[in-house]
């Protein structure tokens, strides 16, 4: 641009964009299946990288700035989530596809996993998506925080059944077979625009407006 | 109309917006910040924080991945 201080990436963006191609091009040969999911895989970290969109950030900025916009981004994503959950829960069940989800009972070993978690998060700078991204970007420290992560979820992942049956677990509720669908798509978007303007409010109060 | 600025470069996320927040308190109005960072995100957050205090702020990526940010402080 204005200074000889950029360097152009045009190179490097025809390089990788070959690559991809290629890469994918091989891949379709092998399985359609897997290349659906690494075309999903490479949009998805395009966007996040692009996006800029942080949950460190979402989590930690109402009570350290007073800030909430991120926040406010993160309870769209959830509201966004659970209605493509809905609809693709819904969709499997009228198809009769059984649904193999990865989603299991809350309990004491999920708030401290959580609070270990948040810990590190802080002090690293980024979640599991913002280190990736970190490391995509060329930042070497969170090569580090990468490696932590890497062993603390193979740990976790070991291990989750024993922590579950030491500490026992709240018995599972799926809301939609108690309620139905649609009552529990409507409270849950009232419960998260409860919590938009909950967080709205609070920027308010914290900037003084 | 002085213009100070401080080191972030290379801190983590909420440490230069906690140090900004810092010096800002001891700058009289009018003065400005000037601050340099490599990681966007925390550009951005600056931006961000700036405009929703009614600051006025001027972000320019001065080269690949780097952000030079200058924040006027017009009000207490």
């Known amino acids: 641009m204005e200074n000889s201080a950029f360097r152009s990436q045009r190179k490097w ?12 091009a091989l891949l379709s040969q092998i399985s359609i299946h897997l290349t659906l999911i690494m075309v999903l ?3 998805l970290g395009f966007v996040l990288q692009k996006s800029r969109f942080c949950l460190v950030s979402a989590l930690r900025d109402p009570i350290l700035v007073g800030m909430t ?8 994503l959830l509201g966004i989530s659970i209605l493509g959950f809905a609809l693709v829960s819904w969709s499997a069940a009228q198809r009769n596809i059984p649904l193999s989800l990865n989603i299991f009972p809350f309990g004491v070993h999920t708030v401290v996993g959580g609070l270990l978690f948040g810990i590190g998060m802080v002090l690293a700078g980024g979640c599991s998506t913002g280190i990736l991204i970190r490391i995509g970007e060329g930042f070497a420290m969170q090569l580090v925080a990468f490696f932590g992560l890497a062993v603390g979820s193979v740990l976790g992942e070991r291990s989750v059944k024993k ?14 077979d108690i309620l139905g669908w649609v009552p529990t798509l409507i409270l ?9 303007q909950w967080a709205r409010w609070w920027q308010k109060k914290q900037l003084g407006e | 109309m002085t213009r100070f600025a401080i080191d972030i470069w290379g801190e983590m996320c909420p440490i230069p917006l906690i140090k900004a927040k810092k010096k800002l308190l001891s700058m009289q109005c009018g003065d400005i910040l000037v601050l340099e960072t490599e990681h ?9 924080w700036a405009k929703a205090n009614r600051y006025t702020i001027e972000e320019k990526e001065v080269a690949n991945g780097i952000w030079h940010l200058e924040l006027t402080k017009t009000h207490e």
């Open chain 1, 188 to 196: 849950e978007i009232i419960a998260l625009s409860a919590l938009w």
């Open chain 1, 41 to 43: 895989g490479i949009s």
């Open chain 2, 40 to 48: 966007s995100c925390t550009s951005r957050g600056i931006v961000v």
């Open chain 1, 13 to 24: 963006n025809i390089g990788f964009i070959l690559f991809l191609t290629l890469l994918l």
């Open chain 1, 163 to 176: 922590w579950s049956n030491a500490f026992g677990e709240w018995p599972g509720i799926f809301l939609p």
């Open chain 1, 69 to 76: 916009q991120l926040t406010r981004a993160f309870l769209l």
